[in-house]
């Protein structure tokens, strides 16, 4: 790991108790603490009888977390199965590939490709397969993935690590950061957290920040207790915002440049959905919760649009009196607080969502389509 790379990000998500914690505190002894700016996420897995099945299960916990990167534009998965040394030898490699086929199967009705999946097993209490292979699972030769412009192998988690590609950064798109948190900081002033997700930040620019109406400058920029003159896609920074109260931001708002292309607050949008998870059926007038960004406001299912299959792409109902799980749809969607979203072919990463409702993620989906106010409120 001592080679010099790209930095790349990466969330560790999973179940209680499946080792997060352990593993992060490894990784970062064994790697380095490098910490710039998501580009892949470990899903990490227990493997004792009983704590996967529950997490994999409907409504479990891996299934969600599998579900928000996915919803998020994680498209590097690595799936670490810990606790091995839990397992007794003899039935390690069976409960393994056991494992591997339950998870494969779930992503693949997603969206992902299993054979661009890594799967690791490893003993985060032991070390085991972590940073260097280990000899209690000497039956796990190696994971290789397949990738169009060749395939990658390996034995160990950091050699999946290594294998991860660098998210490509939106340079040279319109300024795009949605803000994470606001803070009143003493002897500085107004600050702004957030994730530059296209174009550059720059100091002594003007900014603006939809859904509201507000302008100013940007003071400083700071990355780590680093300072910056600009900041570029997948930073996350805090930037000094000139006479502006922290009341005036909140997170969910969006900063862009008023000069080009700003950012606007969306009246409507029609979405392509996919139904996860929901009880009952999904009706015309129905209002969960809508996470977009680092927004989450409460929206309306104002017309069912269209029916669809999604291994072909034709049309099943037109204007369906009901979605259930497992449909496809699209769909148009009413906020009922002020967002600013954007196609998801223009601006990736605002215009991907999930919809969750009574403790669940029920639908997945991408803008297609989006109708803005002419200006923001």
């Known amino acids: ?19 997060k914690s352990i593993l992060t505190e490894r990784l970062l ?3 380095g603490n490098n910490d710039e700016q998501v580009d892949s996420a470990i899903l990490i897995v227990a493997a004792t009888s009983g704590e996967f099945e529950s997490g994999i299960t409907k409504g479990g916990q891996t299934r969600e977390h599998i579900l ?37 199967n779930f992503v693949k009705r997603l969206g992902y490709q299993p054979q661009r999946i890594i799967f690791v ?5 032991n070390g085991d397969n972590i940073s260097e292979v ?19 192998t390996g034995k160990t988690l950091v050699d999946a690590i290594n294998a991860i590609i660098p998210s490509m950064r939106l340079i040279n798109k319109p300024l795009r950061i949605p803000l994470q948190a606001v803070y009143r900081m003493n002897g500085v002033g107004t600050v702004a957290i957030g994730r530059v997700e296209t174009g550059v930040l720059k100091t002594n620019m003007i900014v603006s920040f939809a ?10 920029i700071e990355m780590y207790h680093k300072t910056l003159k600009e900041a570029l896609p997948g930073d996350i920074v805090g930037f000094n915002l000139k006479g502006i109260s922290t009341h005036e931001l909140r997170h969910g708002f969006v900063c862009s440049d008023p000069e080009n292309n700003p950012a606007l607050v969306a009246s409507s949008f029609i979405a392509q959905i996919i139904v996860i998870d929901h009880p009952n059926e999904i009706k015309q007038g129905y209002t969960p919760i809508f ?20 291994r072909t792409g034709s049309t099943i109902e037109k204007t369906p009196k009901s979605i259930k799980a497992g449909d496809t749809a699209f769909v148009k969607i009413i906020p009922m607080k002020p967002i600013c979203v954007e ?26 389509d989006v109708t803005h106010l002419s200006t923001n409120l």
């Open 121 to 125: 097993p490893i003993s985060c209490w």
């Open 29 to 31: 002894y064994e790697c």
């Open 68 to 104: 928000l990167a996915y919803t998020f534009g994680i498209t590097q998965l690595i799936v670490a199965v810990n606790k091995m040394d839990t397992i007794a030898s003899t039935d390690s490699e069976r409960r393994f590939n056991e494992i591997k086929t339950e998870v494969s």
């Open 343 to 368: 196609k998801f072919v223009d601006y990736p990463s605002l215009g991907r969502f999930a919809i969750r409702d009574i403790k669940l993620t029920i639908a997945i989906g991408i803008i297609k």
């Open 134 to 152: 280990s000899n209690k699972m000497s039956w796990f030769e190696n994971w290789t993935i397949q990738r169009e412009e060749n395939h990658h």
């Open 211 to 220: 859904p509201s109406t507000t302008m100013t400058e940007v003071k400083s």
């Open 1 to 19: 790991m001592n080679e010099e790379k790209p930095h790349i990000s990466i969330i560790i998500i999973g179940r209680v108790d499946s080792g």
């Open 291 to 310: 996470h977009c960004h680092t927004a989450h406001i409460p929206c309306q299912f104002a017309e069912l649009i269209e029916k669809y299959d999604r």
